[in-house]
């Protein structure tokens, strides 16, 4: 799910950290991932083109090897790496569509500094998505959309909701009807795409939870970040 490699090739207090060759880290860490003989499905983070090689040039690098399944995806919409792989039934019949989505970088693409806060999947992918999730129900002749999961980089803001919520009843003792814990550890502030307005564009960290809301398909959301 993302930031598969990070060589840092800035500088702090003026000594060089890391290193400016991301592609080739990329293809140390695709050697390993390429050796288990097994398919595999990145998706790229705010990190990995941070180097000599753009964040097309990595995916255009990833679709050339021999296990990986990662597609760029379609040119009219934001991002590199928005595609859809299918499991079937040993009947061919679907079981799940794995649903994988760039969540981009940062709000200002030439930022590597982070300062500019970090992006989100944005509307054109949104429309990509339903509109993905309609076509596997055609293609599949199903009676409801498909039951599917997605994967990403940067959490959608949701999850920020959702660690007020849990906070809130740990501090309150008081159960939120909505919202159910389940089991898991929380050492970290997620962190989501920025909100809010920069170089005078408003940001509203997106809206890709609500169509998920909407549509009823995807049962998790997996990131990384």
Same mark, same amino acid.
């Given at each position: 799910? $993302?930031?598969?490699?990070?060589? +840092? *090739?800035?500088?702090?207090?003026?000594?060089?950290?890391g290193h400016?060759?991301n592609l080739?880290?990329? %293809?140390m860490?695709?050697e390993?991932m390429?050796?288990?003989g097994?398919?595999?499905? *990145?998706v790229?983070? !705010?990190? @990995?083109?941070?180097?000599?090689t753009?964040?097309?040039g990595?995916?255009d690098?990833l679709?050339t090897l021999?296990?990986?399944v990662f597609?760029?995806?379609?040119? @009219?919409?934001?991002?590199?790496? !928005?595609?859809?792989?299918?499991?079937? +039934?040993?009947?061919?019949?679907? =079981?799940?569509?794995?649903i994988?989505m760039?969540s +981009?970088?940062?709000?200002?693409?030439?930022?590597?500094?982070?300062?500019? $806060? #970090?992006?989100s999947? %944005?509307? +054109?992918q949104?429309?990509?998505y339903?509109?993905?999730?309609?076509a596997?129900?055609?293609?599949y002749?199903l009676?409801e959309?498909p %039951?599917s999961?997605?994967?990403?980089?940067?959490?959608?803001?949701? #999850?920020?909701?959702?660690?007020?919520? #849990?906070?809130?009843e %740990?501090?309150?003792?008081?159960? !939120? *009807?909505?919202f159910?814990?389940y089991?898991?550890?929380? !050492?970290?502030?997620?962190?989501?795409p920025a909100?809010?307005?920069?170089?005078?564009v408003?940001?509203?960290?997106? =809206?890709?939870?609500d169509?998920?809301?909407?549509?009823g398909s995807t049962? $998790?959301?997996?990131v990384?970040?």
């Amino acid at each position: 799910t $993302g930031d598969m490699v990070y060589t +840092n *090739p800035f500088t702090q207090f003026l000594v060089p950290i890391g290193h400016t060759d991301n592609l080739l880290a990329m %293809q140390m860490f695709a050697e390993h991932m390429e050796s288990f003989g097994i398919p595999w499905a *990145p998706v790229l983070g !705010n990190h @990995d083109h941070e180097g000599t090689t753009n964040r097309e040039g990595i995916a255009d690098y990833l679709t050339t090897l021999e296990h990986c399944v990662f597609e760029k995806g379609p040119d @009219d919409i934001e991002g590199y790496g !928005n595609y859809v792989v299918n499991v079937l +039934n040993s009947d061919g019949t679907l =079981n799940t569509s794995l649903i994988f989505m760039d969540s +981009n970088s940062y709000r200002d693409p030439d930022d590597h500094t982070g300062f500019s $806060g #970090y992006a989100s999947i %944005q509307d +054109n992918q949104v429309e990509w998505y339903e509109n993905k999730l309609k076509a596997i129900k055609s293609k599949y002749k199903l009676q409801e959309l498909p %039951q599917s999961l997605l994967f990403c980089h940067i959490p959608v803001k949701e #999850y920020e909701t959702a660690r007020q919520l #849990y906070r809130s009843e %740990q501090k309150t003792g008081i159960s !939120n *009807p909505d919202f159910t814990f389940y089991e898991g550890v929380l !050492n970290e502030i997620p962190c989501i795409p920025a909100i809010g307005e920069y170089d005078e564009v408003y940001y509203d960290g997106g =809206n890709i939870f609500d169509k998920i809301l909407e549509l009823g398909s995807t049962k $998790g959301i997996f990131v990384g970040h």
